[in-house]
């Protein structure tokens, strides 16, 4: 079992930045891929950025050049840098770690991300 606790969202204005961290703990071990999801109102949930064990990133062409992320294994957290955030990423961001032995897929329980024009 593997538990997922967001924070760093917030009300920030267009162009601004912001950083989301995740902190997992449990069986942490058992952490392979890690990822940023958001789901905007009215909208289904999208995958924002992943980072496997293996330190590679994949981001959404949405968010490429703008946003990072990372993951410091030795804390069990991950993080997500945003900047020049615009309106239109505006959503709950969600955090989300898939394990293997024993298998399982996580979640957080989301942080608000609200950027006004």
């Known amino acids: 079992q593997v538990s997922l606790v967001e924070s760093g969202g917030g009300l920030v204005q267009a162009g601004e930045s912001l950083r989301l961290s995740c902190t997992a703990s449990?069986?942490?071990?058992?952490?392979?891929?890690m990822g940023w999801h958001r789901q905007a109102p009215g909208k289904q949930r999208e995958l924002v950025a992943i980072?496997?064990?293996?330190?590679?990133?994949h981001y959404a062409d949405s968010v490429k050049g703008r946003f990072t992320i990372s993951r410091d294994n030795a804390k069990n957290t991950m993080y997500l840098q945003m900047n020049s955030l615009k309106p239109e990423d505006t959503a709950v961001y969600y955090c989300?770690?898939?394990?293997?032995?024993?298998?399982?897929?996580?979640w957080g329980q989301g942080t608000q991300v609200t950027v006004s024009s």
């Open positions: 449990g069986s942490v071990l058992s952490i392979r891929t």
């Open positions: 989300n770690a898939v394990c293997v032995l024993p298998s399982g897929d996580y």
């Open positions: 980072i496997p064990f293996d330190g590679t990133t």
